[in-house]
């Protein structure tokens, strides 16, 4: 069987290397020549736990090319970016331009599955734009009985970064046909290497519970940065609040940080609004709620530097979250910047999983990548900006004689949480 993978990006390389794993061959499809002779040389463009081990075994085995052209294949995987245009509208083009590639290389009996987060509609215009370009061929339309010659399906990714290798095989699935038939011929890829269960429903429905899973983290994020900002209104210590509340049977907070980053959280929600601006207001409130939090670190870093003549700010953490080293969309680099751009503070940063400072950065005056005990002896204020595990084990009591802005909770997460309350009881 023969699978064509069409973005060899943070989801299509693992999806392609997992595949041919289990036999497949695969063609990866990449307009970034770069990454395709990359990963051709068995090298990932991008760090990810495991992808390393699995994409050399694809790759000498023989089982997964890299290639800037499609194939003909019996499946094809789209897995493109899907980003927020301007912060105003959903930006289809790169799965239009997915489509048109693969239109000449489709067959009887390809099954086409887009996996990339879409606006609901979005596959049923895929399917639309197919069958204009292949009008040789039959296409499903919506929930249409029968079976035609193409078939077409939602099957929204649902990987967490730091973890994909593992969740790609162990996550539940959601399989959305065009129509039943398209679901069924889905699901029989997807069945050779996930363990989880797979769902089956329509495209739309798949489009939306998507939607509405990274909508639904947003809200639940947004609402442990509300109680942090409340609670520093109102000194009290948000984490041990969090801890102690989320000991109710039905009530499990989130837990507060510099905001929301990565390419996912930050920009599906708004893919719901835009579809349903009147109606979506909590949906878009939460995501107002993680974009102010970054300025709202920022404003309390700088309100403590005021106290000092010439400010060192050690911000220990630059990624989009913990224990990745991945930069996109992160918060914590929007404090180091505003930090930059306001000027007066010399910035240093510490961040086990960055090996340089990101090209923005670099040659700017006032910025140093350093270790840790160089951070907190030169600091003058430190921010915990992420939660890092290799932050987890420093030494805390010799900060205490610092100025500290802990956005993680790493300094006051309660390490006896039990013994305390019942001590205190
Ligand atoms: N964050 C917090 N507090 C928390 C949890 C997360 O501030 O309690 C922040 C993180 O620091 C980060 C952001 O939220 O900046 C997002 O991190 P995340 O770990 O929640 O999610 P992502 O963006 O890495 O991956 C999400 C996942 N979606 C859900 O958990 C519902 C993943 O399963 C999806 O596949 C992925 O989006 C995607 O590609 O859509």
């Given amino acids: 069987t023969t699978v064509c993978v069409v973005g060899l990006g943070y989801i299509g390389l693992p999806t392609a290397a997992m595949l041919a794993s289990r036999g497949f061959d695969v063609v990866g499809y990449d307009v970034n020549e770069a990454a395709v002779a990359s990963i051709n040389s068995g090298r990932a463009h991008f760090h990810e736990p495991d992808l390393q081990m699995l994409l050399s075994a694809a790759i000498s085995t023989e089982r997964l090319k890299a290639q800037s052209t499609p194939a003909e294949a019996d499946y094809f995987i789209i897995a493109v970016p899907t980003p927020f245009k301007d912060g105003k509208k959903p930006d289809m083009s790169h799965v239009e331009q997915a489509c048109d590639a693969i239109a000449p290389y489709l067959k009887s009996g390809s099954t086409v599955i887009l996996e990339s987060t879409s606006p609901v509609g979005s596959t049923e215009l895929l399917a639309a734009r197919l069958s204009e370009a292949r009008p040789d061929l039959s296409f499903p339309r919506f929930k249409e009985a029968g079976e035609a010659e193409v078939a077409v399906a939602h099957c929204p990714e649902r990987i967490l970064p730091g973890n994909m290798l593992r969740e790609l095989v162990s996550n539940d699935r959601i399989v959305g046909g065009m129509t039943d038939a398209c679901s069924r011929r889905a699901v029989s890829l997807y069945e050779s290497f996930v363990t989880g269960h797979i769902y089956t429903t329509d495209c739309r429905t798949a489009e939306f519970v998507k939607l509405t899973e990274n909508a639904f983290r947003d809200v639940n994020i947004a609402f442990a940065n509300e109680l942090s900002v409340i609670c520093d209104r109102i000194n009290v210590d948000v984490w041990r609040a969090i801890e102690l509340a989320n000991r109710h049977p039905r009530v499990s907070i989130l837990q507060p940080g510099t905001g ?166």
């Fill in 260 to 425: 929301v980053g990565g390419h996912c959280i930050a920009v599906d929600p708004w893919f719901i609004v835009d579809s349903a601006p009147e109606e979506a207001r909590l949906i878009r409130t939460a995501r107002e709620v993680n974009d102010r939090k970054p300025e709202y670190i920022f404003h309390r870093i700088l309100d403590l530097a005021d106290r000092f003549k010439n400010p060192v700010v050690s911000c220990f953490g630059i990624t989009y979250k913990a224990d990745v080293g991945d930069l996109r969309e992160s918060p914590s680099m929007k404090i180091v910047m505003k930090l930059l751009q306001h000027g007066g503070v010399k910035v240093l940063v510490c961040d086990p999983l960055v090996k340089e400072l990101p090209a923005v950065f670099r040659g700017a005056p006032d910025i140093r990548l350093v270790d840790a005990d160089t951070a907190r002896q030169e600091a003058d204020i430190v921010a915990f900006l992420v939660a890092h595990k290799q932050f987890r084990r420093l030494e805390f009591n010799r900060f205490l004689h610092k100025v500290v802005v802990d956005a993680t909770g790493l300094m006051s997460r309660p390490t006896d949480l039990d013994g305390g309350l019942l001590r205190a009881n």
